[in-house]
């Protein structure tokens, strides 16, 4: 599972930790978190199912193979939500029984004909009416609903969207379509026969085995599975797709795309069989199963889920040429779904307490395919911005990575078991060593495939490969919570001709650790690689000939800590040039955007970063500096005007243009108006911001050209104050994303939060069903993740009886449009319900 971002990151972190504190006070008793106790087996899951449109409701027959798991019994006990139960029957070769039977609060209890002991199978034959509108179990912050079956535009009545099915299983909502033991330590091969209008394609788990024509433009494919794997992994889809033929090694590798899009299908998803190479040969293990396929679904209810064989993907997937051209925004999901078919369906977490051994697996995967693809600085920067999103949420400090004691199972979700989760893989890996952090993977994988498994095992499979004892490492990375928050300070011993660095943590339980440092003489740096034991303060002596220029502690960056670090602009300017690891460089980098007009030193390392190979680097640079400032634009300026024609990079390029907007200088508007006219999403963006800069008279022209339908937020957050002051009317519903978390924005980004509020009062002024639409719906998904904090609904309840007024006045003054504005008003009092 890839959780979805909801508008702004920062805006997912307002809103947890708002929760995390709510929960923190609460009050409640903390619970231990067992694991599903297995009374009973499957074996084989058998389903044949056909799907009322109208109603949006499916009908099945279930054949369902099991056996007790270890003690004898008579009975089996499975969940079934918001479901009818028709008829219940035990299958002997074809000949059905009644049973007797029990439903009752999502639960289906069965009394088997008989008592049945360990490995003696019996199958059950349940018809059944599966209703997705009826189940009432909520969704969280990474998944926002749980109904587990979705009928989109069931009866076609939204012209501009495709009818579609789709499920989500994930964390127990399989059992809202089948009837079945919705636990993580439940495997089970699977068949399943769906009937669909001839005009759909369809999509399940494991191979296609059959196809034939029904009565009534039907038709009835026949998917089977014939490996073990979890039933929340298991999956339909339904809808017009095209579907994109693609392979590794003799494996089929499809893509499922809506049509419209088909053009671009290798362009998103065509590193997929390179991916699955190196991720086979890099885990020693290669790709298990008989086909990968990979699916979007319109209003998906988070970013992306691993069913076995069936990635399902949110529409953000979906990209055109101009975004693609600056960079796949979804690659790394890609990779992160895909590595899942190891971490997490070949071996699968025992437990949700356990989830970190499935997501932070997976989240590092997206550091691993970078690394292979792109290069170590991509890599670093991705996980920078990963682990700092932890960090920075304090929120996630007290929660352990391995949690017993969650309060609901979807909380476990969340940037302790992901991003933290994949910062601690990349610490462990490099105490280990490759060679042993990859041999002890492999191991992990082969002693579990087809099984469940839990941290204990994956710390077993490492000691058992290295000889080293991690039970330090994991007892404090796993089982404990917080990282290490570190001060540090270093004196000069002229005499003994020592510097003398002490490394002070401040949290309240110290860590152990390994830690580099570099120690810069005379521009250089020398790298000391030490041990802080677990106390308040390590003091390490160091040879030198003077006072050290410069110590740079966690050179590496590969310590998941929180360090505070003050330098001079010089000695930023020394770390810059001297440091050869990303993350040492872009704090550097970081560290002088205070002192950017004040001191030479600031402005020369932005002249060195702006020529530095790695194009993030060039960015950061670019986004820093102000060429309004004139001895910045003396220094730098020319070479700012070659990045914006000539970098590689069209990210790079956009990010000069919009650097030498800052000028608001004519002669540049031949490279602005050349950008406005660009292939790629961003250098437009950019472009159109710096010609409205100057000639604001030009705005509607512009901005009426960008095609912003899936923008990316970069782009949107560009073009939103230009389009609210403008009041460019066809781009309204492209700014919803922002116009509905105002207040939020605000919070974290006032002049942002500013635009976003002008452009919801605009749109709820106005009569425009699509952009009401689109806020109701971002507001919908992210009420999982608000959780049940009053403040934050309070806040959303209010915004939206303010809109609901507006659209009352609109109404009043264009009664002939009353269909449309109506229509939206229901929405908005729906929305208002939700949140009540």
């Known amino acids: 599972m890839k959780k979805a971002i909801l508008s702004i990151a920062l805006l997912g972190i307002f809103f947890s930790t708002n929760v995390a504190a709510q929960t923190e006070t609460s009050g409640r008793e903390k619970v231990y978190r067992a694991t599903h106790t297995k009374a009973t087996e499957l074996k084989h899951t058998k389903l044949k199912v056909n799907f009322d449109y109208q109603k949006e409701q499916m009908n099945g027959e279930e054949w369902l193979t099991a056996s007790p798991f270890f003690y004898p019994t008579g009975e089996l006990t499975l969940d079934a939500k918001g479901m009818l139960i028709h008829e219940v029957a035990l299958d002997t070769n074809g000949k059905k029984s009644p049973l007797k039977y029990d439903y009752k609060n999502d639960v289906l209890k069965i009394t088997l004909d008989k008592t049945y002991t360990k490995n003696q199978d019996y199958t059950v034959y349940i018809k059944y009416t599966a209703r997705p509108n009826e189940v009432k179990q909520e969704g969280s912050a990474a998944i926002n609903d749980a109904k587990g079956l979705y009928f989109i535009n069931p009866q076609g009545k939204e012209a501009d ?25 439940q495997k089970s091969t699977q068949e399943i026969y769906m009937t669909v209008p001839d ?26 599975m014939d490996k073990r794997h979890s039933t929340y992994l298991f999956f339909m889809g339904v809808g017009e797709y095209a579907i994109v033929k693609d392979k590794w090694r003799n494996i089929p590798v499809d893509y499922y795309i809506e049509k419209k899009y088909e053009p671009y299908a290798k362009q998103i998803y065509g590193n997929t069989p390179e991916m699955i190479e190196f991720f086979s040969k890099k885990l020693g293990y290669d790709y298990p199963w008989a086909k990968y396929a990979q699916i979007s679904g319109r209003d998906y209810v988070s970013g992306a889920m691993e069913n076995t064989t069936a990635t399902l993907h949110g529409s953000d997937i979906l990209q055109k040429p101009g975004q693609l051209i600056d960079e796949n925004t979804w690659e790394d999901t890609i990779a992160h779904e895909l590595f899942h078919h190891w971490f997490g369906d070949l071996v699968t977490a025992e437990s949700w307490s356990n989830l970190t051994v499935n997501e932070s697996f997976a989240n590092y995967s997206e550091y691993l395919w970078n690394e292979y693809k792109y290069g170590k600085d991509q890599a670093d920067y991705h996980q920078m911005k990963d682990v700092n999103m932890y960090i920075h949420n304090p929120g996630d400090f007290k929660k352990d990575l391995v949690r017993f004691n969650y309060d609901s199972r979807e909380d476990v979700f969340d940037l302790v078991t ?22 002890g993977i492999q191991d992990y994988l082969k002693t579990n495939e087809y099984q469940n498994a839990e941290a204990h095992q994956l ?20 089982f404990g919570s917080g990282n290490p928050k570190i001060n540090y300070s270093y004196t000069f011993e002229p005499v003994k001709k020592q510097i003398a660095v002490t490394v002070e943590q401040t949290q309240e339980q110290p860590f152990q650790f390994p830690l580099a440092i570099d120690v810069y003489e005379n521009g250089k740096p020398k790298r000391y690689n030490v041990w802080v034991n677990a106390e308040a303060k390590n003091t390490f002596n160091f040879d030198v000939t003077k006072n050290a220029d410069l110590v740079n502690i966690n050179a590496d960056g590969v310590l998941l800590a929180d360090i505070q670090d003050t330098k001079t602009p010089e000695q930023y300017l020394m770390q810059f040039t001297g440091s050869k690891e990303f993350k040492s460089k872009y ?20 002249a060195a970063a702006i020529k530095d190979p790695f194009f993030r680097t060039r960015i950061r640079a670019l986004q820093l500096m102000d060429l309004s400032n004139a001895e910045q634009l003396k220094a730098l300026g020319s070479d700012v005007e070659k990045l914006a024609t000539n970098d590689p990079k069209t990210l ?29 999403n961003a250098v437009k963006g950019s472009s159109v911001g710096a010609i409205v800069a100057i000639d604001p008279a030009k705005a509607g022209t512009y901005a009426d050209k ?14 939103l104050p230009i389009i609210v002051q403008n009041k460019v009317a066809s781009q309204m519903a492209n700014i919803a994303q922002f116009a509905a978390f105002y207040p939020f924005i605000k919070f974290q980004n006032p002049e942002l939060g500013k635009s976003a509020e002008e452009g919801y009062n605009w749109i709820m002024s106005s009569d425009n069903l699509k952009a009401t639409e689109s806020i109701t719906k971002m507001l919908s998904r992210a009420k999982g993740q608000i959780g049940n904090n009053p403040q934050v609904k309070m806040m959303i309840s209010q915004m939206l009886k303010d809109g609901l007024n507006k659209k009352m006045e609109v109404l009043k003054q264009n009664p002939q449009n009353a269909a449309s504005i109506n229509k939206q008003i229901d929405l908005i009092n729906k929305a208002i319900e939700d949140f009540k």
């Not at 992901?418 to 041999?439: E, T």
């Not at 000691?463 to 007892?475: A, C």
């Not at 704090?587 to 932005?606: F, H, M, R, S």
């Open 161 to 185: 969207k495709p009818t579609q099915i789709w499920t989500q299983g994930e964390t127990e909502s399989s059992s809202a379509w089948f009837p079945t033991i919705d636990k993580p330590n």
């Open 418 to 439: 992901y991003q933290k989760g994949g910062g601690i893989l990349h610490m462990l890996r490099n105490y280990l060593g490759d060679d042993a952090f990859f041999a």
């Open 652 to 680: 790079v390029q956009a990010a000069a243009i919009s650097a030498l907007a800052k000028t608001k200088d004519k002669k540049y508007m031949p490279v602005f108006e050349k950008g406005a006219n660009a292939v790629s």
């Open 459 to 478: 710390r077993l499979s490492f000691e058992k490969v290295s000889g080293k004892d991690l039970n330090w490492f994991f007892n404090q990375w796993y």
């Open 199 to 224: 005009k759909y394609v369809t999509l399940s788990n494991g191979i296609l085995k059959d196809s034939q024509k029904e009565s009534n433009g039907l038709r009835t494919d026949h998917w089977v």
């Open 587 to 606: 704090a550097a980098l970081n560290g002088i955007k205070d002192q950017l007009g004040k001191n030479p030193a600031a402005t020369k390392l932005l």
């Open 706 to 719: 960008i095609d912003m339908e899936g923008a990316s937020e970069t782009l949107a957050a560009q073009m």
